[in-house]
């Protein structure tokens, strides 16, 4: 499930990389498309924002999943232990 999040936050900082860049080309490259820079500075920051948060939320569910496996591990250990005499 963790997967998920990280490729969900790396496709967003690509983007970002992408509307950042975009605000540095002169109107006359893009026709048809916004040409304001600011326009692109704040969908860049936007989705940067969106990646932190994806990378966040993926490295928190990262961190319960081990949390819940070991602890699933030390159960199934116990309940070994107590069926040996």
């Known amino acids: ?12 900082a690509a983007f970002s990389l992408i509307a950042c860049g975009m605000a540095f080309v002169p109107s006359s490259f893009q026709p048809g498309l916004p040409a304001n820079g600011t326009l692109w500075k704040t969908l860049s920051l936007i ?4 990646a932190l948060a994806s990378a966040l939320v993926g490295m928190l569910t990262h961190l319960f999943e081990q949390v819940d ?8 250990a116990d309940r070994a232990r107590r069926r040996k005499p």
């Open 1 to 12: 499930m963790s997967r998920n999040f990280y490729a969900l936050a790396a496709t967003l």
């Open 47 to 50: 989705l940067l924002v969106g």
């Open 69 to 76: 496996r070991r602890s699933e591990q030390r159960r199934l």
